[in-house]
């Protein structure tokens, strides 16, 4: 009797079946590697978007409280103007 290793079943031989599935679970692991990483990158790349934009709305409504002063300061010079 052969070894296990050249032992044949069925024309596949039990080393060609080992290395099989070694290599489909290394491919595995690789992939829900890759998939976890690019999930955590997603998640602080949402994160970093997210605080942008709320800095970005605080920035808008200084801006728009600054205009809606010097509107009315341009009103007030407007008014005074009138009254001389």
Do not use: C, P
């Amino acid at each position: 009797m052969t070894t296990i290793d050249q032992q044949i079943l069925k024309g596949i031989t039990v080393k060609n079946l080992v290395v099989t599935i070694v290599s489909t679970a290394s491919i595995v692991a690789s992939v829900l590697t890759s998939y976890f990483q690019l999930k955590g990158d997603i998640h602080d790349i949402k994160t970093t978007q997210e605080s942008q934009s709320r800095i970005n709305e605080i920035r808008l409504k200084v801006l728009e409280n600054n205009v809606a002063v010097l509107q009315q300061q341009v009103n007030d010079i407007k008014n005074e103007r009138k009254d001389n």
